[in-house]
């Protein structure tokens, strides 16, 4: 095994190799349905999910850096998939064809990215954003897989759009179908709460065959899946222009962004219970090379799946061997157990969808981030309080409005937007000493209200960096606060809790400091950390504010004689 050369294999031990390929069974039971869901979900043959799944395990078990991560099509970039693919296809291009070339372009724009290092990328995506993101695209996908579930038509467009359709044909349902949906999702809740160690999902699936082969169901109206191509498919580059492709790498922009976000973080989670590293911009090549392998097997999106990662690292993978061993066991599918799904219900196959994605339907998350808010944080940054619910409900509202890509965007967008309000309106709190001794401990008065100030100081913290978005703001800020200081000689600022500083901040500490004087106060630094300190130094402003090493130094030498450096009236 020592010539597997990939992060995901490093260390490999021989006895691993068991566990390795009884993680792969389990992956593989779990995979083949939710594969062929997930091509539904993304508008092309079932077919389509298992062509997808053999270059993604493989090519990430050779490329990634998670020995437990399973890539494979997902419902959250297959409901995004068909929704770019719509916008691009209009009334005449293929959805198959096209579906492929986005899974290409996928390719493309995260190896360029894996390779520029930008792996940092995926904090721009905060998880508010991406829970609210995740949340309406389950809804959107519930919604879209009732009609099946129940017998009916559908509809088209938004999750309102399709809800409204939804309901004005409910007088149409089909007994037999919606039969056949409810038990099977029953079965599905059973199965999961009574026997967990089984792959609920394969083993519903297979009743659902059987029982629709021994009563004739198909023959009785029931709708199936229908013939599913046997055999591996072939290898080419998708028949689209060049136009068309050009059109779909912004939308695999957004594709790579939530794919990268949700692999990311299953890699991560399990490669900090393993105790080993996730390299960010290896994930990203990783996941480059699955959708690449994908797209020139005329498969469909994949990225990194955390249920199917929890199902393997629970089943005890240790390497990438056990995706490996899914991928040999779906191609034993793709050539010889494709005629057996042919009976499979459509019904049961949009119950296998609903169960997979109700449970990403977090609402005590919701709530958690409501919470959150508190009556100081209310005063400190008043409408941005709630600004991780905000950004979570932005994201959410827009999937559900607008579409599943401008939804992330919209969530990013508002995401962005308060945390520069947040920046611009840092909270600016009064210190108090603890005790008389030296190197005394300095607390926000507001929160110890038992401890007294210093008599005619005001000794301030700014909790956050200076910059040009907030300098104005603290600048009246501390105004304020000064001339509510009785007999106002000094104002002090602990550095401690300023990261970093700009020019133009640096400038206003400098118009600050002349603001002070005029009222007979001055300004002194206290404390600051060493690129503040630095950036103060260079700017070379004339009437700069001194710099002291403590508070209580700054304070001693604040009491205004001639010889410690301070005038009374500047």
Known sequence: ???????????????????????????????????????????????????????????????????????????????????????????????????????????????????????????????????????????????????????????????????????????????????????????????????????????????????????????QGLAVVGHIDAGLPQVGVPDVTAAQFAELLGGAVGLMLIGFAEGLGAAKTYAARWGYDVDPNRELVGLGLSNLGSGFVSGMVVNGSLSKTAVNAGAGARSQISALTAAALTVVTLLFLTGIFEQLPLATLSAVVVAAVVELVDIRSLRRLWRVRTSRLARVYQVTARADFMAAGAALLGVLVFDTLPGLVIGIAVSLVLLLARTSRPRVAVLAPVGDEMDRPWVDSGRNPDYPTVPGVLVARVEGPLIFANAEYVRSRVRQLAASTPELRLVVLDGRSTPSIDVTAAAMLVQLRADLRRDGGDLALAEGIGQVRDVLARIEAEGEPELFSSLDDAVRNGRHDEEDGFTKNG
């Open 1 to 219: 095994m020592a010539r597997f050369v990939g992060p995901s294999f490093s260390g490999f031990q021989r006895s691993w190799l068991r566990p390795d390929v009884v993680a792969g069974l389990a992956v593989w039971a779990v995979l083949v349905p939710e594969a062929l869901a997930y091509a539904t979900i993304a508008g092309v043959p079932p077919v389509v999910g298992l062509y997808a799944a053999v270059p993604a395990l493989a090519l990430y078990a050779l490329a990634g850096s998670s020995r437990q991560l399973v890539v494979a099509p997902m419902s959250a970039t297959a409901a995004l998939s068909a929704g770019i693919v719509a916008s691009v296809a209009g009334s005449d291009g293929d959805p198959v064809a096209l579906t492929t070339a986005l899974a290409l372009a996928t390719g493309i724009v995260a190896i360029l990215a894996g390779l520029l290092r930008l792996g940092f990328l995926a904090a721009f995506i905060s998880e508010p954003v991406l829970k609210g993101f995740i949340i309406g695209l389950a809804l959107t996908i519930i919604v879209g897989q009732v009609p099946d579930l129940i017998g009916v038509e559908g509809g088209s467009g938004s999750f309102f759009e399709k809800t409204w359709a939804l309901l004005g044909q409910l007088g149409d349902i089909d007994g037999l179908t919606i039969t056949v949906g409810l038990a099977s999702l029953a079965a599905l809740v059973l199965v999961r709460r009574t026997m967990p160690f089984l792959p609920s999902s394969l083993v519903v699936v297979l009743l659902a065959i059987g029982a629709t082969i021994l009563f004739g169901l198909s023959d």
